[in-house]
């Protein structure tokens, strides 16, 4: 078997494959379909300093390739998490990722600090495609001066490893990516989704109780590889590869395109047990074509 093991900033990962966030809930929900311990890691659901109760239904509807949603970062809170999920999670043998979002830059850094004192969550991913309340609801990801301000803030109060997931709604994501690396990033993981919208012609309206939603899903991956591509290219800091990701084949182009590591996302909803078989995937064809371990491909695209 090739070596799958990979690291991103002091983050070991026994392989390549994570699960996006939003995607996988807190990893209790999926153990009866995949052996949790078989994951380079889990990025649990978004977690913020107040509950939030999301926006109102429809929040989600299928389009062709792939799904929008406005969920709206439902959950109860980082106190609760720290409280009554971490008990849960904290002893699954694999890297346990606790995906943060916020409202201003205090919101996210207070959010990190509490999650900074659990022993057994090694790393953050901050969500900064959420909409900062006192500029007008844009949000923080779309410019470099919001990107940062919000690393900064979480990086004084925040000690472990640090990946910021960057939003593809930006002219240029390069630029934010080189922001927030500057600002102490340990890595970014990119994309988050694709704005869009969906219209029920019959009802003359628009799907979503919001309107708009992320897109995900097949039909974005190749914005993402291309975004992938470019970032891997600008930055010193390892890239976690995402957008559309649902077989090994798309896994490892990630990966030759210069992640580091890629995330599973919509494709858990369509197969529970899709991360492993990505894995399984990704070693079979490495073994196939004599690659001893799969640091060798990354970045290997012209």
Not at 120 to 138: F, Q, T
Not at 185 to 199: F, K, Q, R, Y
Not at 216 to 228: D, E, I, Q, T
Not at 230 to 239: G, K, L, T, Y
Request: glycine share 10%.
């Amino acid at each position: 078997m090739a070596k799958l093991d990979v690291k991103i900033g002091q983050l070991c990962l026994k392989n390549p494959v994570m699960t996006a966030s939003g995607t996988f809930g807190y990893g209790l929900e999926f153990q009866d379909f995949v052996p949790l311990d078989g994951l380079g890691g889990i990025i649990v659901k978004g977690t913020t300093l107040k509950p939030r109760e999301g926006n109102d239904y429809p929040r989600m509807a299928e389009t062709p390739m792939g799904m929008l949603n406005c969920v709206g970062l439902q959950n109860k809170g980082v106190d609760y998490f720290c409280e009554h999920i971490y008990p849960q999670i904290k002893d699954v043998d694999t890297n346990m990722i606790v995906n943060v979002s916020g409202s201003s830059p205090e919101d996210y850094a207070e959010c990190a600090a509490r999650i900074d004192r659990l022993d057994r969550i090694p790393a953050i991913e901050l969500n900064i495609s959420c909409p900062n309340v006192k500029d007008g609801g844009m949000a923080f990801g779309v410019t470099c001066q919001g990107a940062a301000s919000v690393v900064k803030a979480v990086r004084r109060a925040y000690h472990k490893t640090l990946i910021v997931k960057l939003s593809p709604n930006v002219t240029d994501i390069t630029e934010i990516a080189r922001a927030v690396e500057a600002e102490g990033a340990d890595a970014v993981s990119l994309i988050n989704t694709l704005m869009g919208m969906a219209v029920d012609i019959e009802k003359r309206k628009r799907v979503l109780s919001i309107g708009t939603g992320g897109l995900s899903g097949p039909a974005v991956k190749p914005v993402a590889l291309r975004m992938v591509y470019q970032v891997a290219r600008s930055v010193e800091i390892p890239v976690v590869g995402l957008g559309g990701i649902s077989t090994a084949e798309d896994a490892l182009a990630f990966m030759m395109c210069g992640a580091t590591a890629i995330e599973i996302g919509t494709a858990n909803f369509l197969d529970p047990a899709v991360s492993i078989k990505v894995r399984d995937g990704m070693n079979d064809w490495l073994d196939r074509h004599g690659v001893s371990s799969v640091k060798e491909i990354i970045g290997t695209i012209e």
